[in-house]
């Protein structure tokens, strides 16, 4: 133990605070690692086209993975770096299609094995997420919501597909995969009708999820949003549609922190929906004046939406994905980043003096809450970070940055 963590153990205990059960309870929560940040939401199927959905992977930093091998090599390195046991968030356009063609809507469990197995070889938990977009019946802006009957039929197919996907895969890790749908579905311009759309996709969802699936191990989860790239204007799925659809349905809800006003608070939402829903997905992600999908930071609201969850004791029943894909810099740094960002923002929850906090809530006195949140900002967290990255084997500190440009110079560097 460094002498560094001895003192901030010190301080701590001094407010209350027992770093050893907060490093413990770190060490209990993983975080979903989105598979699609390693190539810029391009995925792997035969002949696939650009990425369209109205999302945007910004930037062409060289050595993106290209094929699954140089995928799961890049995972591993960016897992290496990142204290704890996660997960890994996996798009259906990800999948091992062996340079067949394979529709969307002819998906099995067969074309996941290889990540299924992957994740079981490494203890690793597994999410997945069907692919509404970036295809020729995506084109025309609806999927789930077209007005056209064959247009719906084959999406209903997809998510079926994808639905039983992930409850094979959970059922071989032994470990429940959250399955999130998010659609791009909506109008550049002002629509004449909101309401037929959102008729459609309600009995699409219905469709697809009248099959019932062991929620040990399955659970669905939809994803609202409040406008994208080309659906401006209007989007079928917005959060009053999935909060109402995931309430009355019992669904998880997802909130991705790019999908509001910008200055509406995500984790604010969090202890109001939990009262009514099942459970939360959250999309941790950074929006740079759009969704734009910025490296998760250590900053203000990441922090809020991690105080949510620990102070409302909702780690049970909140699970925790990232959602952002940056082509301008490293893309393994990009995972390093904002892993590890997100952790730090947990421990950070996980060190505040919650009892002498609450004490003074309840007894009224403002005054004292307010100082000691200010006062806790700056307590010895780092000290207790990198016992944690220590214990864990990670590098500590900047360190990681050492390994992820020495793959680049190996490995990167050749593609
Ligand atoms: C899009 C949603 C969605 C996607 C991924 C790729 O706005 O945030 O979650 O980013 O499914
Ligand atoms: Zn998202």
Not at 123 to 129: A, E, P, T
Not at 207 to 212: E, H, S, T, W
């Given at each position: 133990m460094s002498t560094a963590y001895t003192l901030a153990q010190e301080t701590y205990a001094g407010l209350g605070v027992d770093t050893e059960a907060a490093l413990q309870a770190l060490t209990a929560i993983p975080i979903s690692l989105h598979c699609w940040q390693g190539d810029d939401v391009g995925g792997f199927e035969q002949g696939g086209g650009a990425l369209t959905g109205g999302i945007q992977a910004t930037g062409n930093y060289p050595g993106k993975a290209r094929t699954i091998t140089e995928l799961q090599s890049d995972l591993d390195k960016a897992l290496s770096l990142i204290p704890g046991k996660h997960r890994l968030n996996l798009h259906a356009l990800y999948g091992d299609f062996g340079g067949e063609k394979v529709d969307r809507n002819a998906i099995t469990p067969q074309y996941f094995q290889g990540w299924i197995s992957w994740c079981k070889e490494r203890?690793?938990?597994?999410?997945?997420?069907p692919s509404y977009f970036s295809h020729p019946l995506s084109a025309d802006g609806f999927t789930l919501s077209s007005p056209d009957k064959a247009i719906r039929e084959f999406w209903i197919e997809h998510g079926i597909r994808c639905r039983e996907i992930a409850a094979a895969a959970g059922q071989q890790l032994g470990n429940t995969v959250v399955t999130n749908f998010w659609i791009p579905d909506g109008y550049k311009d002002l629509p004449v009708d909101r309401k037929a759309p959102r008729e459609r996709l309600e009995a699409s969802l219905d469709?697809?999820?009248?099959?019932?699936l062991d929620p040990k191990h399955n659970?669905?989860?939809?994803?609202?949003?409040?406008?994208?790239?080309?659906?401006?204007?209007y989007v079928v799925g917005s959060h009053e549609f999935y909060m109402g659809y995931a309430m009355k349905n019992q669904k998880l809800l997802c909130l991705d922190a790019g999908h509001f006003h910008p200055t509406e608070s995500l984790a604010d939402k969090i202890s109001a929906i939990l009262q009514f829903v099942p459970g939360l997905l959250l999309h941790v992600s950074r929006g740079v004046r759009w969704d734009s999908d910025h490296v998760v930071l250590l900053d203000d609201a990441t922090r809020a939406i991690m105080e949510e969850i620990i102070r409302g004791d909702f780690t049970g029943r909140t699970h925790i994905g990232l959602d952002f894909f940056d082509a301008s810099i490293n893309r393994i740094a990009a995972w390093v980043i904002g892993t590890r960002n997100a952790l730090k923002c947990l421990l950070l929850a996980l060190l505040e003096p919650m009892e002498a906090l609450r004490a003074a809530e309840q007894a009224g006195d403002h005054t004292a809450r307010l100082v000691l949140m200010e006062e806790s900002k700056t307590l010895p967290f780092a000290a207790v970070w990198d016992e944690h990255c220590r214990r864990q084997n990670v590098p500590v500190g900047a360190k990681w940055l050492d390994e992820v440009k020495a793959y680049e110079r190996v490995v990167l560097s050749r593609r």
């Open positions: 203890g690793l938990g597994l999410d997945f997420n469709a697809l999820f009248a099959k019932k659970l669905d989860a939809v994803e609202c949003k409040l406008f994208g790239l080309g659906s401006e204007s």
